[in-house]
């Protein structure tokens, strides 16, 4: 597609259930990133993946975040057994450059996990 | 944790004013990048600074970078209603790969 697609737009999830959030990046982008937002702030950093080698996930705030990209290209987000505090948008960005270029965002995916 | 931090958290101005918004980080940049963001969508790039640049125009941008006090500037000129958004910088460090976001500045433009 022209551009980063993300499903769903909206997730509202109980406590406790897995979520799946999906992201597909721009045709031939080799790096793509997972970003958490919460409501007021910044995106926060949660991993980075250079084709399918997933070079940086410091940023999962637990064991029950899991990133996968593994043919280099769709990427999917997931969480499991997820709690209140899970409850943010969570941004998709792709770039053509390994490192360092300018970043092209999806719209996100909203999970409200009640 | 983040990178940046923008200042000030919130602007509100007349139209045809100037918005100027700064960005103060900690570590050693290869890159400094704006992003925009209006409410509810995803993060626009606006403009890339390298490291080994003091000053950079796009349009009715400027950009700024001091790297000796690790700080970065963007002015928008003759601003519009439709400039309301969300500014971010973003900084994308010397020895990795990621590029980290601040808290933004919330700007409001006024018709």
């Known amino acids: 597609g022209a551009g980063v697609s993300q499903s769903p737009r909206y997730k509202v999830a109980k406590r406790g259930q897995d979520v799946a959030l999906r992201c597909d990046p721009i045709?031939?982008?080799?790096?793509l990133f997972w970003y958490q937002q919460a409501l007021g702030q910044g995106p926060e950093f949660l991993t980075y993946?250079?084709?399918?080698?997933?070079?940086?996930k410091s940023g999962l705030p637990s064991d029950r975040f899991f990133a996968e990209r593994p043919e280099g290209s769709v990427s999917t987000l997931k969480i499991q057994r997820t709690q209140q505090e899970d409850s943010a948008v969570y941004l998709c960005?792709?770039?053509?450059?390994?490192?360092?270029?300018?970043?092209?965002f999806g719209e996100g995916s909203r999970l409200t996990v009640l | 944790s983040q990178q940046g931090e923008e200042d000030p958290q919130a602007l509100s101005i007349q139209e045809g004013e100037n918005a100027t918004m700064n960005c103060s980080y900690k570590t050693s940049i290869n890159n400094l990048q704006w992003y925009r963001q209006n409410s509810g969508r995803g993060l626009v790039h606006l403009i890339l600074?390298?490291?080994?640049?003091r000053e950079k125009h796009s349009g009715r941008l400027r950009v700024t970078l001091d790297t000796s006090k690790k700080s970065s500037s963007l002015l928008i000129t003759a601003s519009r209603a439709a400039d309301t958004a969300s500014y971010f910088c973003a900084t994308v460090p010397y020895n990795n790969n990621d590029m980290r976001f601040g808290a933004g500045t919330r700007l409001t433009v006024k018709p």
């Open positions: 600074i390298r490291s080994n640049e």
């Open positions: 045709s031939g982008h080799v790096s």
């Open positions: 960005a792709s770039s053509s450059k390994p490192n360092t270029g300018e970043l092209f």
């Open positions: 993946f250079q084709n399918e080698a997933q070079l940086d």
